[in-house]
């Protein structure tokens, strides 16, 4: 994968009588690379499509309706002038949580399901990490949500129950929310508009993370098949921050 991008079309030879001409015609190349379309260096790269698709993505779902993009513009513009903290949602068992109550926390915040093929092995290493980092400040907000392939299909009893007894997860589970479409949680409009990514404003599959510095504001978006032991390092920076 290349690691600069030139949108130049012309060659150093090329300057001549007739590249007026030549600019005029110049395009924008039809694509870009993988690497400049996410917002951090720190993105992993070199992901193939294939892997995408080996764990389920729909092709179909690269596409974002213009309305939900004009939606995902405005809502950015009000994002900067808010923080994680002025939310409130409901947890796993139905009572509202302020998440103000985690200021001063560095929080990694995930879309979680409970029949997904990534479905083990990350709630294995949150549940390692949280264990590791949570006398630090450290949290964890899952957020299960059914809208991809049906993997999240069980009442959140049902849910709190696998997560709980199966990985004995301790981080805070919340309600089942939308992530994207009409019905997006508040707090899912906020993450998205935060940090577009390479997956634009739409949340692309089971397991994206937000990682939230301690004031509130999204400091970078992982797609769902970057590991949570790949995100420590920068878990271990916001805390020392």
């Known amino acids: 994968m290349a690691s600069t991008v030139s949108f130049s079309p012309f060659s150093s030879s090329s300057a001549s009588s007739s590249s007026a001409h030549n600019l ?12 400049f379309l ?4 720190k993105f992993s790269t070199g992901l193939p499509k294939s892997l995408f698709l080996n764990h389920g993505f729909s092709r179909s779902q690269d596409s974002v309706s213009r309305n939900e993009r004009r939606a995902g513009f405005v809502s950015a513009t009000a994002a900067t002038e808010k923080s994680i903290h002025d939310f409130t949602v409901k947890d796993i068992d139905g009572k509202d949580v302020p998440l103000s109550k985690f200021k001063g926390k560095v929080l990694l915040i995930v879309n979680v399901a409970s029949r997904c093929g990534l479905t083990t092995s990350n709630y294995t290493e949150l549940s390692h990490i949280y264990e590791k980092y949570k006398t630090q400040g ?4 899952a957020f299960p949500c059914n809208q991809f392939g049906g993997q999240e299909p069980g009442s959140n009893t049902d849910i709190k129950q696998f ?5 004995k997860a301790e981080f805070p589970i919340f ?7 009409p019905n997006t949680a508040a707090v899912y409009q906020f993450l998205k508009s935060s940090a577009g990514g390479f997956l634009g404003d739409i949340i ?21 098949t970057t590991s949570p032991f790949q995100i420590e390092k920068d878990i271990q920076k916001l805390l020392s921050a």
């Open 163 to 167: 997560a709980c007894t199966r990985f």
């Open 204 to 224: 692309k599959w089971n397991f994206e993370k937000f990682l939230v510095d301690k004031n509130g504001k999204v400091v970078e978006r992982y797609p769902p």
């Open 138 to 141: 450290f949290e964890i907000l």
């Open 38 to 41: 996410h917002l951090s260096s």
């Open 24 to 35: 005029s015609r110049a395009r924008a190349p039809k694509s870009l690379p993988f690497s």
């Open 175 to 181: 309600d089942k929310v939308d992530v994207n479409g």
